[in-house]
């Protein structure tokens, strides 16, 4: 990974050019004149745009915060953007610690090292398997690889509902019900059609030469997909990283069948909170336990975006 | 007499191993026991009896079914177009050298992060006449204003379509990113050269390059259009009335809630030759495209 | 050492069929140089020596065994690619390594190899950028260092020097000569430049739109041109043409037109001429005498329309009768632009094409 | 000798409902088992989990469904032990009312243990919003309700907080069905599937007194969850709410006591039916004598009078037998416990008298007429068909 | 019309400074090619001069206006990419036209220029491919093409005919040349191909590390380059060159070493010698006269060790004490490898530079 976070300072230095606003990154000591005021209407333009629709997106956030630390008989009130007049985080304490998710009273955080060991397994298993696939259909082209390929795709359409049952069968007569590597054989199934079709369409962008220089060179279907397609890959790995980390994370349905009970994933304690039907409900625990669960996903999307590599194929082919 | 192609390594053939169990074992098989399914007269549990069509029967004559399909048709195209859009859009924004790109993009993916069962429940109450918008500006003095549309039986969909999008684009923003970072340098000296406004070179030039990402983010979406059902259970129950039903809520109930398990088949079944009608001639276009062309 | 052998070739491309029916025969170690108008094909060629690309019928022999279906990997060849395709995650270093590392290379012979290839293209101080931060000619350099690291028994170059100054190409000629001999490998290479086909050359292609036209050594497709599309590509300027007839005139044979009559009596006809004959007459630049007659043709006058001084000499462009004649000239006299001057073919040197098929005579 | 251990799966997980499972987990536990306790939100979702975990080999040693037909596919496939030894010790065709009994006992068998029983159409009404719109007593027809709820809205409240959801609609129209229709023609409806009931005048009669209610509900209605429209009530924004017993949970959370800030009652006069619905404990079949012996330990606890006081108290129910002390129940419980005893008001809910998918068919005619601008006649039509299981 | 003047120039790219300190005066209308080893500087400095990369310092003056910090669209400039650049998913009608389109040209003209340049490249076949289809010759000629379609006031090319065959060049070449005289634009051409630059050139700007050396026309640069890089970059081979000291022996001056001594009391020095010398002699290949003293230097032997045949000459490898000469041989005379042979130095055509600063004398 060091290493990708290097080629990303790089690339960054040396292509500055074609983003005017770049201009002044790189820092050196002596005055230099400004290529451009910053401040023109283009620019606030695009900040403009960015900034009302980070408002639009923001909008339900904002509700959801202030009603996370309301009491509920502010809630009750029923005003909604309101800030609130008694501020507490008694619900963000109570959703972490000690909400009631049938008899067990100990918020989310009980699930919470289920939750890790269920997504970091899967999402790797998941995102090499469908990198795999990708550039498997993408430069090799085995036999019958694209007929495959369709009916994973059509799969994706099926309701992952309806496939449960079936599964369940299979799983159960190999022994694997209810474990860890269970949940993630489900997980890697379930995220093969999306992360196969990433992974082949990316590749599919990528100068086809490059694949036959690394034939010339003697790499066969290994070597080449690992010393040179994966370092191409960072900015559609972060993709699919999002995705499936996202998608694991925030899965609690096939967690509950197929983890068993010893591997719950704190999304069940979660919905548990949130979910109920017929019993009170207590908005502002549901509205802590929802940000705090999502906070992985959140922290990953922060932290992702050096990945997103500019010009990562760039000076590989002339024409 | 002459092979048609090269060797393939073997080692391809092993590496798509997993692939091929899993679509043998898990999608081919899912796809014929839920066709076997759909034509039994299963109830909570898959019954082995052969019940001809009637489960079709029964799904075409359900108002409600047939009400879900136009309703996903209508949710669908304006779900896709507008993701599409706004997540391109914003991916092209956030190109702009930016500061605090990784807040921004943050801001944009974290709808995608949050279970819809809380965030839903916000919509709803955020769009909800009573509470949310249209009081706030009646508050602030417009009294004529209305934003009704989630208690709306003609407008409900839209609601839908207005989450969900807000849900959905921000990963469609990381995949036109991801694509974006990946067109080479010298196209945009090139156009810059050429005078080529900057509008103009991510419409005509990057767009076209971003092929792949687009195509991969149009399956993408339209797998969520074909199972969306988080959003409509947190916001509408498919109400008011069945005015914002969708078939993957109708297969969900008959699965669980109303436990026959034959017609949520049957429905399954129906759903994906749909979804085969609408992408074949797209998959077909395009293979023919790429045969003659690239 | 492997030979390479080309029966019935025949490429498609999407809907184009780039090549038709090409014959190659390349000996084990022979150094030959693959020479032909923009987009005839060339490196449709090489790639599909490479086995990079699929065949639609024709058989590819390498080392005496048959090769066309064969894995890349398998085939023993190098490739520099026309346009480079470096790895552009690595840097200069493990893009000339990568190939070696893969065959297990042990690590000495890895860097002894790489310190060699990288000496002689003065890669030394570039070793660790990655190819998007190098120039044209570097990422060039970059692209032949990859390929004679794997000293393979048939290196395939496509136009390996295109981009890189004249000094800097005169030396690696020299270095590439040296290495064919060194290593005894079988090298095929695409070049326009016709400085490098000449002195590289053991043998040399000349060819057009799919097809070899002349396959012989630079000296006899440079004196005897095969055809007239062949005379006239080689050579800068090409030759210059004169369209015209034959006549035997009492044992003796003459070439006429309007304004021009030569005796090519001497010619080594392939053929015994028989009665008048269309034909055109080729003589290159550097055999028509400007300024006086040599007395070995009939000197003729024209007047000077340009003058391009090539530091060494000088070419003068005349125009004779409407037609652009270039003419060498090595001394200093004087000379100058719209001006007449008389000028003189050596008719020892000429060559003669038939009219119609244009095949030489 | 170990405890009997017993995996319960269920879906109360409000702190409510928690509490209740609570009683029942340490009444189990005193009795010399293990409660490993299994919460998953949602009916749905918990009972597709007991039918998932049944497939799959790793069956719990009870699970909770509702009191009605959902476990009968169950049965019928042979998945459930019957737990017949500790109903016929316990007397349960004795102490339990003759709704529950049908549901549980399948071609003679006991197979499930009923926990409590829920009234799902009770009329919760704000004191304040009462006391506003001038109304002093409780209505006791359905014309004098519909007064009231007129007047409420001369007053300026939403008469009828209403959660604009099927489920919600349904309760709302079984309730109204029950009153205005009579329990007979519910009975030759629901459980008889008479057609000629169905298409009587009388029905059709239900079907406009109910929409009648849709003039007295406000415009934010449709999608509102139940709990949403009991804050209205709670705030004495809304005057009167018509939902299950679980209800009181939410004005409880709000520190609002029965009797003194709000009011509850069953229906309109002295002999109103009464609805019964409830949740039941069922036992998936299994060989391993342990597992049996505790299943039939967990259907004797959770079965038992302190057990089940103890629980009704927590989660808003009654008990589903009339021998316990009360002291513990609220006021509307106390109520409830009172009107059981007469049995001849009881009246059992939908779900009990047909399949989950009847039942479902059912809802959709209801929406449908509810939220569209169908008339009484169609709907009829359709409930008709509905119920005859096209 | 245009011109560009560059002062005080610096670039940085990544760590590297490219180019440290450059002036340039370009004037309205002139031909200027740029040469220079592999990596000098040459592109960077074109990329600059369109306003793709960003200067650290100095200024960019381009028709008389400051335009360091101006739009790369504001300056009036076309560009031909080293790599061609073009725009993967345009046919090459649509890449040649999309810049006229944008702004707005009447249809009319686009259809002229664009099929005007497509009959100059000879692309009139190809207008409906897309580039990935193109052989690489194809390619740059499409981006010379998207280039001239704009019809500029400042052209710059980035070795536009790299990959083309000779003979097409040899068309563009004279083709480019017209197109200038027609347009009057300022070129600025960035060329390895020696022939390219004298043909092409005005005047010349010789680079090296980011530093122009001479800037001055051909022939000048070609006969008194100013320093001794400048003397060895240029020719092919290269200028021979003798290390050694300059000695006046009453009123004549001499170059001596070991081996060789020369009358040099004709040249034209810069400055008046003083004293003795550390000097380095430098004479051209074609000045070298191989076979017989020709009367003016004094003939001294040494033997033949490769003979490079050229067409229209042989260059004659002679091993001189150790040291590499080439010589030009014009005329037919018996030259064998290996066999001993006289020479000698033209001396009125020789170069003298300083032994220290490599400067010219
Ligand atoms: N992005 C970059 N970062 C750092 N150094 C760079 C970068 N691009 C080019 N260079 C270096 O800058 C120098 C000049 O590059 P430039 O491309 O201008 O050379 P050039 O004269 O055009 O060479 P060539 O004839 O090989 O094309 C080279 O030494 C090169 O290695
Ligand atoms: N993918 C393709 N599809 C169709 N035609 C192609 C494709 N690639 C190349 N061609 C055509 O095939 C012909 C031969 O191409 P090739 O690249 O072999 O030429 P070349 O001899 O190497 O030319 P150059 O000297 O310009 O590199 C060209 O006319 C080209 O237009
Ligand atoms: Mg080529
Ligand atoms: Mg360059």
Redesign the interface.
């Known amino acids: 990974m060091g290493q990708v976070v290097k080629l990303d300072k790089t690339e960054a230095a040396a292509t500055a050019a074609p983003h005017p606003a770049a201009a002044n990154d790189a820092s050196i000591p002596a005055p230099r004149p400004r290529r451009k005021p910053s401040w023109t209407p283009a620019r606030i333009g695009v900040y403009g745009f960015l900034i009302v629709a980070a408002l639009f997106f923001l909008l339900p956030l904002y509700v959801m915060l202030v009603t996370s630390v309301k009491p509920m008989e502010e809630i009750r009130l029923g005003t909604l953007f309101a800030l609130p007049r008694h501020f507490t985080l008694e619900p963000w304490a109570q959703a972490w610690s000690s909400a009631c998710t049938g008899l067990e009273c100990n918020g989310i955080k009980g699930g919470f090292w289920n939750s890790v060991a269920i997504v970091v397994p899967s999402t790797i298993l998941s995102i090499a398997i469908g990198a795999v696939n990708g550039y498997a259909l993408s430069f090799w082209r085995p036999r019958g690889a694209g007929f495959l390929f369709a009916i994973l795709m059509m799969g994706a359409f099926i309701p992952v509902q309806v496939m449960i049952y079936p599964l369940v069968r299979v799983l159960a007569s190999v022994n694997l019900f209810s474990s860890l590597p269970g949940i993630i054989i489900i997980h890697t199934i379930f995220g093969m059609p999306v992360m196969t079709l990433l992974f082949r369409n990316y590749y599919a962008a990528l100068p086809l030469e490059l694949f036959k220089a690394a034939r010339i060179d003697g790499g066969g279907f290994w070597r080449i997909f690992l010393q040179l397609m994966l370092p191409m890959s960072t900015p559609v790995i972060v993709v699919a990283v999002i995705m499936q980390v996202t998608g694991i994370w925030n899965d609690f349905l096939l967690g509950l069948v197929f983890a068993g009970s010893e591997h719950l994933p704190m999304t069940v304690q979660l919905n548990n909170i949130i979910n109920t039907t017929t019993g009170e409900r207590l908005y502002n625990v549901n509205m802590a336990a929802t940000i705090l669960t999502s906070v992985v996903p959140l922290a990953l999307y922060f932290i992702s975006g050096r990945w997103f590599v500019r010009g990562i194929a760039s000076g590989a082919v002339k024409g | 007499m002459v092979k048609k192609r090269q060797n393939v390594s073997i080692a391809a053939y092993i590496a798509i191993l997993p692939m091929a169990l899993t679509v043998l074992l898990a999608y081919l098989g899912t796809m014929l026991w839920t066709a076997r399914v759909s034509v039994s007269s299963s109830r909570t549990f898959p019954a082995s009896d052969f019940v001809g069509a009637s489960q079709y029967v029964r799904l075409f004559n359900n108002e409600r079914w047939l009400l879900s399909l136009q309703n996903v048709a209508v949710y669908g195209v304006l779900f896709i177009a507008l993701c599409l859009i706004i997540g391109f859009l914003l991916a092209v924004f956030i190109d702009q050298k930016v500061m605090a790109e990784g807040a921004l993009r943050t801001v944009f993916l974290y709808p995608y992060a949050m279970s819809f069962v809380a965030t839903g429940l916000i919509w709803q109450w955020i769009l909800n006449p009573e509470l949310g918008i249209q009081e706030v500006l009646h508050k602030l003095g417009w009294a004529g204003a209305k934003f009704d549309w989630i208690v709306d039986q003609d407008m409900a969909i839209y609601t839908i379509v207005i989450a969900t999008v807000w849900q959905a684009s921000g990963l469609v923003m990381a995949l036109m990113l991801s694509g974006l970072r990946g067109v080479d340098e010298e196209i945009w000296k090139a156009a810059r050269i050429d005078g080529i406004p900057r509008w103009r070179v991510y419409g005509s030039i990057v767009l076209p390059m971003l092929g792949p990402s687009v195509s991969t983010a149009f399956v993408l979406l339209f797998v969520m259009v074909v199972k969306v059902f988080d959003a409509v259970v947190a916001m509408t129950q498919g109400g008011p009335g069945t005015a914002s039903e969708v078939p993957a809520k109708f297969i969900m109930d008959y699965l669980f809630g109303r436990a026959n398990i034959g017609l949520a088949s049957a429905a399954s079944i129906v759903l994906l030759l749909t979804v085969l009608a609408i992408v074949a001639p797209l998959y077909f276009v395009r293979n023919r495209r790429a045969a003659m062309g690239a | 050492m492997s030979n390479v052998a080309i029966r019935n070739l025949q490429i498609k491309?999407?809907?184009?069929k780039v090549i038709e029916s090409l014959n190659l025969d390349v000996k084990a170690g022979e150094f030959v140089v693959l020479?032909?108008?923009?987009?005839c094909?060339?490196?449709?060629l090489l790639?599909s020596i490479?086995?990079?690309i699929?065949t639609s019928?024709g058989q590819i022999e390498i080392g005496g065994k048959d090769m066309?279906?064969?894995?890349?990997?398998d085939r023993g060849?190098?490739?520099v690619?026309?346009?480079?395709?470096?790895?552009?995650?690595?840097n200069v270093e493990a893009n000339m390594s990568?190939?070696l590392r893969?065959?297990g290379t042990p690590k000495a012979e890895i860097a002894r190899r790489v310190s060699r290839a990288s000496d002689m293209l003065q890669l030394g101080p570039l070793l660790k950028r990655?190819?998007?931060?190098?120039?044209?000619?570097?990422?060039q350099?970059v692209a032949i260092g990859?390929a004679i690291v794997?000293e393979a028994d048939v290196m395939l170059f496509?136009?390996p020097l295109?981009?890189?100054?004249?000094?800097?190409?005169?030396e690696l000629r020299r270095e590439l000569k040296q290495l064919h001999k060194q290593l005894g490998a079988t090298m095929i290479y695409v070049t326009?430049?016709?400085?490098e086909a000449?002195?590289l050359a053991q043998r040399m292609a000349v060819m057009k739109g799919g097809v070899v036209q002349q396959f012989d050594t630079?000296?006899v497709i440079?004196n005897t041109p095969a055809n007239l599309f062949v005379a006239?590509?080689?050579?800068?300027?090409?030759m210059n043409l004169f369209k015209g007839e034959l006549e035997q005139q009492g044992g003796r044979v003459l070439f006429k037109n309007e304004h021009l009559s030569v005796d090519v009596t001497g010619y080594p006809f392939q053929a015994p001429l028989t009665g008048k004959h269309a034909c055109v007459l080729g003589v290159?630049?550097?055999d028509i005498d400007v300024g006086h007659g040599d007395g070995v043709g009939q000197a003729v006058r024209a007047s000077v329309s340009l003058i391009?001084?090539?530091?060494?000499?000088r070419v003068v462009w005349l125009d004779f009768h409407g037609t652009q004649i270039a003419g060498?000239v090595?001394d200093q006299q004087l000379i100058e632009t719209e001006k007449e001057i008389s000028f003189s073919i050596r008719s020892y040197r000429i060559s003669l094409f038939d009219g119609a098929s244009e095949q030489r005579l | 000798q170990a405890p009997l251990k017993a995996t319960v799966i269920h879906w109360w997980t409000s702190g409510g409902e928690s509490a209740a499972v609570k009683q029942f987990a340490e009444a189990y536990n005193k009795a010399g088992g293990q409660w490993i306790d299994q919460a998953v939100a949602g009916a749905d979702q918990s009972r597709a989990t007991t039918i998932n975990r049944i497939v799959g080999g790793n069956a719990p040693t009870a699970a909770q469904f509702n009191t009605s037909k959902q476990f009968r596919d169950f049965v019928e496939q042979g998945l459930l032990n019957n737990v017949d030894d500790v109903a016929i010790a316990g007397k349960w065709d004795q102490i339990m009312p003759p709704s529950i009994l049908q549901a549980i006992k399948i071609n003679g068998h006991f197979y499930a243990a009923p926990v409590d029983i829920h009234m799902p159409a009770w009329f919760f009404y704000s004191k304040a919003a009462y006391k506003k719109a001038g109304i002093a007593n409780e209505p006791q027809t359905w014309e004098e309700f519909l007064t009231q709820l007129a007047k409420l809205k001369a007053a300026g409240v939403v008469p009828l907080a209403f959660g604009g959801q099927v489920w919600q609609e349904k309760i709302t129209f079984d309730a109204i069905f029950a009153m205005v229709g009579g329990a007979d023609l519910y009975l030759k409806v629901y459980r008889d599937r008479d057609q000629k009931a169905v298409m009587s005048p009388q029905f059709k009669q239900v079907l406009v007194e109910f929409k009648k209610l849709k003039g007295f509900v406000d415009a934010g209605s449709p999608g509102r969850n139940w709990n949403d429209a009991t804050a209205m009530v709670v705030q004495g924004k809304a005057g009167v709410q018509i939902m299950g017993d679980w209800a009181k949970g939410e004005f409880a959370a709000a520190k609002q006591v029965a009797g003194k800030d709000f009011g509850c009652y069953p229906g309109f006069g002295p002999k109103a039916p009464y609805i019964v619905a409830g949740d039941a404990f069922v036992f998936p079949k299994t060989n391993d004598a342990n597992a049996v012996k505790a299943q039939k330990l967990l259907a004797n606890v959770v079965t038992s009078p302190a057990a089940q006081v103890a629980f009704a108290a927590r989660k808003g129910a009654i008990p589903i037998r009339g021998d316990v002390d009360e002291s513990q129940l609220d006021i509307c419980a106390k109520l409830g416990l009172s009107i059981m005893k007469d049995k001849s008001r009881q009246l059992p809910n939908t779900e009990m008298l047909a399949t989950p998918d009847t039942t479902g068919a059912l809802q959709d005619v209801l929406t449908s007429y509810w939220n569209k601008n169908q008339s009484a006649d169609d709907a009829q039509k359709a409930f008709a068909r509905a119920i005859k299981g096209e």
């Open positions: 491309l999407g809907e184009n020479l032909g108008p923009s987009g094909g060339k490196s449709t790639h490479a086995g990079l699929d019928a066309t279906w064969a894995d890349p990997k060849i190098a490739l690619f026309q346009s480079y395709a470096l790895y552009p995650t690595m990568f190939g893969i065959n990655k190819p998007a931060n190098l120039s044209g000619g570097q990422r350099r990859r794997r496509d136009e295109s981009n890189l100054d004249a000094k800097l190409r005169t326009h430049d016709q400085v000449m002195t630079p000296d440079y006239t590509f080689l050579g800068s300027p090409g290159r630049p550097e391009e001084a090539m530091g060494a000499h060498i090595q």
